[in-house]
């Protein structure tokens, strides 16, 4: 698509074409600004879609944990001869443990970088 063609008046004044930028420029900022509305409105849209997916797929991860908390239940205590109640607190403190060691090394990662842009800031300063 080629740039349109604009009318030159050659007796027009200095004046006159300021008058014609001026315009120019509002009809481009109008028309940014437009496109940043149907943009965001876009990016809001699959935003939403990917939240709606994320929601989803964590409901059914969470399904899918008891099912496997349920199916280990159920396996230590046959091979305890019957004692559901061992397999329950085996499994128990089995994801405890599990929970404990999983916040320890997110706590650990969390702690070691740091998220207030401390070089920045040294910079600034000086």
Do not use: C
């Not at 063609?5 to 315009?23: F, K, N, S, T, W």
């Not at 409901?59 to 001869?81: D, P």
């Amino acid at each position: 698509m080629g740039a349109q063609q604009m009318p030159v008046d050659p007796d027009a004044g200095i004046p006159d074409l300021i008058y014609r930028l001026r315009d120019d420029s509002k009809r481009l900022l109008a028309d940014e600004v437009q496109l940043a509305k149907l943009e965001m409105r876009e990016n809001v849209s699959r935003a939403s879609k990917g939240a709606l997916w994320f929601g989803v797929a964590f409901g059914a991860g969470v399904i899918a944990m008891i099912a496997g908390t349920l199916f280990l239940i159920t396996l230590i205590g046959r091979l305890a001869n019957g004692h559901m109640w061992l397999g329950a607190i085996v499994t128990g403190v089995v994801e405890i443990a599990l929970a404990v060691v999983l916040v320890k090394k997110g706590l650990t990662s969390f702690a070691q970088p740091s998220y207030s842009f401390e070089q920045t800031r040294a910079s600034l300063a000086e």
